[in-house]
């Protein structure tokens, strides 16, 4: 199955794109997703800890599981106002 | 068109806009309303800052401003909030983000107004670049968790101070 990845702000930078399209395996959680993404690339690692997930433009645990046509959002820390 | 009460998009912040949009339909039970605009500043850390630009996350924005709201709401019975963002890139002295609070009493509309800003910067999905004399940098603040107690006691207590 495959997900719609949005990146925003550094993390768009660091991957040079702000939409991506994954495959991913039935089952997978947010956070397989993220790591994936890390291993792709190696300077996303640094907001492992720092960042917040959104699945379908809502808040979301890393844990959550995502089904197929998911839009998954990763979101470093924000600093709107 | 009539203006919504949240927004975020590029378009320049009207703030008689909003504060007509949330008061024009008021009762008469309004005894208090209290605006915050926020603006790009010549300063920062230091740095003479020529320019920000501002990035979203839009859907998830709104939906985030509509929490807020009704946070605000649940602390403050009585209060209506309105709320708009803008995004892309502002010049120094421009405004950058419009809340209005309306309440029968003062003391509600203030903290409310306060309670908002405090929690958009904790929560919204919004970013800026900060373009300096010298350079540029993503500005990262707090990480959002809108599920965080300990961040929406801190934004409620510089409400109330």
Redesign the interface.
Known sequence: MRVTV?L???LR?IAGTPEMSREVKPGATIGAVWRDLAVEFPALAAYER???A?LN???ARMDAEVRDGDEI?F??????? | MPVPLLAVGPEPLVLEALVAALTGHADGRDGAVVTFL?LVRNHNLGRRVQYLE????A???L??FARIVDEARGRWPGVRVGLH?RTGRLDVGEA??AIVAASPHRGDAYAACRYA?ER??????????EYFDGGDV??????????DARAREEAERVACA
């Open positions: 949005r925003f702000a550094r930078d720092s960042i917040s959104a433009a809502d808040y959002g979101l470093p820390p924000v600093s709107g106002g | 926020g501002y990035e979203a996350y859907p998830l924005a939906t985030t963002h950058s983000v800003i958009v910067k904790q929560i919204a999905p919004i970013w800026k670049r993503w500005i990262e603040g707090a990480t959002a968790d809108p599920d």
